[in-house]
Every structure is written in C-alpha cells, then in structure tokens.
C-alpha cells in the first residue's frame, strides 16, 4: 500500500498480507503455524535478525534498529507469507533499515523451525 502526505519528501509504503486457511475457511495468524506456548517470535526474531544483518549492501544497517524492528514481538511480525520453501518476512522501510534501503524481505526456512512447527498445521507439509 502506497501512502503520501501533503509536504512530506518521499512517498511511503507499508504492507498488507493475507494468509487464509482454505479448508477450514479462516484467516491464519502466525501463531497457527506453531505449538501451543512455543516461542516462534524468538526462532523467527533471530534468524531474522542475523539474516538481515549479513545479507550483502547491509552491512550499513544500525544494530538497534534492526534489533529493535525485527525484535520478537507480534507488530514486527505482522506481514508474513507462507511459501512452499519458508516463511517470507517483509519489514516495511523504516522498520529495519533507512527509506533509502527500501522494504527488506527475509525467508525463513522451515528447516529453521521444524521443531515448533505444529504437526498438522497448515505448513507441516512443506516443514517435512
């Protein structure tokens, strides 16, 4: 979603992800996806975290923004999107990084959270 206000020096974006359970006819949030009482923001934060910070032109990034922007919390975490190879993060510009830098995205394989990932969720298929 694109977004501009009257004097400001650059147009904004932010954005909206939908991820819906077909078969049981629900919107999914990312908490689904997990074990009861597992500590998904945590596994999802920091592989977030050192993803983004060793992905090649980042080197730039401030750490407390980027701690701060993908720190385990749900807000940070609310534009997510299940691929057959992992979960795909996009952090809006300002989240972790400078306008400049753009939107980051990061994939987080579901390698990386196979033992949280709940068995008959709806990403246990791809998580085998």
């Keep these: 979603e694109g977004t501009y206000s009257a004097g400001a020096a650059h147009p904004n974006s932010s954005t ?25 923001l945590s596994a999802i934060s920091a592989y977030c975290i050192k993803a983004l910070k060793s992905k090649k032109g980042n080197e730039s990034m401030d750490d407390e923004t980027v701690k701060s922007g993908a720190g385990p919390r ?31 995205h990061v994939l987080v394989p579901y390698s990386a959270l196979k033992d949280i990932i709940k068995q008959d969720g709806p990403v246990a298929a791809f998580a085998k």
């Design 74 to 104: 749900a807000d940070n975490y609310r534009a997510w999107s299940i691929t057959k190879n992992g979960l795909w993060v996009t952090f809006d510009p300002y989240q972790v990084a400078s306008y400049a830098e753009g939107p980051q």
């Design 16 to 40: 909206t992800v939908l991820n819906y359970d077909v078969k049981n006819g629900k919107k999914l949030a990312l908490a689904d996806l997990f074990n009861p009482n597992a500590k998904y």
